[in-house]
């Protein structure tokens, strides 16, 4: 491979893969390009996109966080029993995304001060938000939700109001990791934490930052699954923490740490979407896609390992 072609950003391969993918399926099926769909895939990569911004968060200090999806399950049933109990759309919403910070402080605290490996706490965090939010919900979906609630994921501000609030999301993170010592001592914790911490950075408090903005924008996501779905389920978002991992791993994040973009993500975020909606229209089963996206993560990872092994002169 040519040494200009290695010194492309992953992105860009990404971008470039999608753009082909969607060519392609414009001449494959008229069913692609009509506005009802390009606004479907929108609003289903604005949640998962969400998600994964998060995620890379954690993976970006060389973390994981594999509760993601179960937090924004308890977060979307919690939100909806509030407003079943008389709440204020507001107040709810502000004690859910209040609850989802609650959860990245415990797996912060678990980490960064017990020393238990983000795997574990994230895997054990899985199994007990998801059993939450069946207890919470009775094992049934909540409805009955106020109209405002389904209006918003249903509206358009010339792109769908979900499209939007994933562009805010993604503004904001970039510029905290880009612009900000935060980020940079972000960079450098997953890189090198044992230097990081020489140097004088409080690494406890970049990992309560990084797992704050995960299991803060998981419990967005809740909501604004929540609206789209108009009910609140204990199953909703099953398997989104593995879809987020892909995403921010095909986007460029490294799983060693030190390495991870707002933009890589996002753009891994509509890769997966596309599949998923190939496969719909296209009439190939679903679990084809789950092969070709483990293969694709395993594929970049070993990619990444190479690199890696490069750089240090293995």
């Not at 983000?118 to 054990?124: D, E, M």
Request: hydrophobic residues 55%; proline residues 3%.
């Amino acid at each position: 491979m040519h040494s200009w072609l290695r010194r492309l950003p992953i992105e860009t391969y990404v971008i470039v893969f999608t753009v082909a993918l969607w060519i392609v399926l414009s001449l494959a099926t008229p069913n692609f390009l009509t506005e009802n769909n390009i606004s479907n895939i929108m609003r289903q990569t604005s949640i998962a996109a969400i998600i994964a911004i998060g995620v890379m968060c954690t993976i970006v200090i060389a973390g994981i966080d594999l509760s993601v999806g179960s937090v924004a399950a308890f977060c979307g049933v919690a939100f909806a029993q509030l407003c079943g109990y008389g709440l204020d759309l507001l107040p709810a919403a502000a004690l859910t995304l209040v609850a989802g910070l609650g959860v990245g402080m415990i797996n912060a605290v678990a980490i960064g001060r017990l020393g238990i490996p983000a795997f574990i706490v994230t895997l054990a965090g899985l199994q007990v938000y998801r059993g939450l939010a069946l207890l919470l919900a009775g094992g049934m979906t909540v409805g009955g939700l106020p109209p405002e609630v389904k209006d918003f994921a249903r509206g358009t501000t010339g792109l769908p109001n979900l499209f939007w609030a994933m562009i805010a999301v993604g503004i904001a993170v970039h510029y905290v990791l880009r612009f900000t010592r935060t980020g940079r001592y972000m960079y450098a914790m997953g890189s090198n934490a044992e230097a990081a911490r020489r140097q004088g950075i409080n690494t406890f408090r970049i990992t309560a930052i990084a797992y704050l903005m995960s299991s803060g924008l998981a419990a967005l996501a809740g909501l604004l699954l929540v609206s789209r779905l108009s009910i609140a389920s204990p199953s909703m978002a099953n398997a989104y923490e593995l879809q987020a991992i892909a995403a921010a791993v095909v986007g460029g994040a490294s799983l060693f740490g030190g390495r991870g973009s707002v933009l890589g993500t996002v753009c891994g975020a509509v890769l997966f979407t596309t599949m998923a909606n190939a496969a719909v229209l296209l009439g190939i089963d679903p679990f084809w896609e789950m092969v070709l996206v483990g293969l694709l993560i395993a594929l970049v990872v070993y990619l990444d390992n190479m690199q890696k092994r490069r750089q240090a002169g293995v």
